[in-house]
């Protein structure tokens, strides 16, 4: 058996997440599973660095997948791309040591988060961006960003309970206007289920007004979910990246 890595960029718009589900062809995970396996000519199960919700996008999402034998890999990703819909393609594969694993090798992703504040939500963008028509003091959001920079105890920002352990390590947020376009960056050991977003919808309403910078240590302290801010639409996320080295999460990628 061999195993591959590849690299995925998808428009989340119109599916319902990365993982395969038993009443839906639209996922992700399934529709790659369906196209590697059409390929090889039997079943193939793809595994990813992490599921993205439903509406959630990719220009970088990690796979990894076993083969019985060696094919050539250009041929093998131009082949793919012929047959996956327009709004998934492979960007790279590669062969890599049979113990390589998309998700439990990963040492680190990079998200980011688009916000349109203009008046009317752009036109060409309105699909990739979450229409925020507000005054955002981006200074005192990346204030309250900072905060949450280092090994915390993330509880309060997430949605789901039953995680094994709610402890994370952010290394870097970065809050960034151009025009009507903020944009924040997480760079994290990883993120459970909704914290990015969550994160961000406690960010705006910091850089709005509505709660104060010293809130967001307040959540980290006391780690209840409702006193953290409004869980910001998938549309305007984005899985840029995936690292499998700690010294590569800090440098620059997609």
Same mark, same amino acid.
């Given at each position: 058996?061999?195993?591959?890595?590849?690299?995925?960029?998808?428009?989340?718009?119109?599916?319902?997440?990365?993982?395969?589900?038993?009443?839906?062809?639209?996922?992700?995970?399934?529709?790659?599973?369906?196209?590697?396996?059409?390929?090889?000519?039997?079943?193939?199960?793809?595994?990813?660095?992490?599921?993205?919700?439903?509406?959630?996008?990719?220009?970088?999402?990690?796979?990894?997948?076993?083969?019985?034998?060696?094919?050539?890999?250009?041929?093998?990703?131009?082949?793919?791309?012929?047959?996956?819909?327009?709004?998934?393609?492979?960007?790279?594969?590669?062969?890599?040591?049979?113990?390589?694993?998309?998700?439990?090798?990963?040492?680190?992703?990079?998200?980011?988060?688009?916000?349109?504040?203009?008046?009317?939500?752009?036109?060409?963008?309105?699909?990739?961006?979450?229409?925020?028509?507000?005054?955002?003091?981006?200074?005192? !959001?990346?204030?309250?960003?900072? &905060? $949450?920079? =280092?090994?915390?105890?993330?509880? +309060?920002?997430?949605? *789901?309970?039953? %995680?094994?352990?709610?402890?994370?390590?952010?290394?870097?947020?970065?809050?960034?206007?151009?025009?009507?376009?903020?944009?924040?960056?997480?760079?994290?050991?990883?993120? !459970?289920?909704?914290?990015?977003? &969550? $994160?961000? =919808?406690?960010?705006?309403?910091? +850089?709005?007004?509505? *709660?104060?910078? %010293?809130?967001?240590?307040?959540?980290?302290?006391?780690?209840?979910?409702?006193?953290?801010?409004?869980?910001?639409?998938?549309?305007?996320?984005?899985?840029?990246?995936?690292?499998?080295?700690?010294?590569? &999460?800090?440098?620059?990628?997609?």
């Amino acid at each position: 058996m061999r195993t591959y890595k590849m690299t995925v960029a998808y428009d989340g718009s119109r599916f319902r997440g990365w993982q395969r589900q038993p009443d839906t062809d639209l996922t992700v995970q399934g529709v790659l599973e369906r196209t590697i396996s059409e390929l090889a000519g039997y079943s193939v199960e793809v595994y990813g660095s992490g599921r993205t919700d439903g509406g959630v996008h990719a220009a970088g999402q990690t796979i990894s997948f076993r083969l019985s034998g060696k094919v050539d890999e250009a041929q093998f990703l131009e082949q793919m791309n012929k047959i996956l819909p327009e709004d998934i393609r492979v960007l790279n594969m590669k062969l890599v040591k049979n113990k390589f694993h998309a998700r439990y090798n990963a040492r680190g992703k990079c998200y980011e988060y688009s916000i349109d504040i203009g008046e009317r939500a752009g036109v060409f963008s309105r699909k990739y961006t979450f229409h925020y028509p507000h005054d955002l003091d981006v200074n005192r !959001m990346q204030t309250a960003a900072d &905060i $949450l920079i =280092g090994n915390h105890d993330f509880a +309060g920002f997430t949605d *789901r309970i039953d %995680e094994h352990s709610t402890i994370r390590r952010i290394y870097n947020i970065t809050v960034k206007k151009s025009g009507n376009l903020v944009k924040i960056e997480y760079r994290g050991s990883g993120f !459970m289920y909704h914290m990015v977003r &969550i $994160l961000t =919808g406690t960010l705006l309403e910091v +850089g709005g007004g509505e *709660r104060t910078v %010293e809130s967001v240590g307040h959540i980290l302290k006391n780690g209840v979910r409702a006193e953290a801010g409004f869980l910001a639409p998938a549309c305007g996320l984005c899985l840029k990246g995936v690292f499998y080295k700690e010294e590569e &999460i800090m440098k620059s990628v997609i």
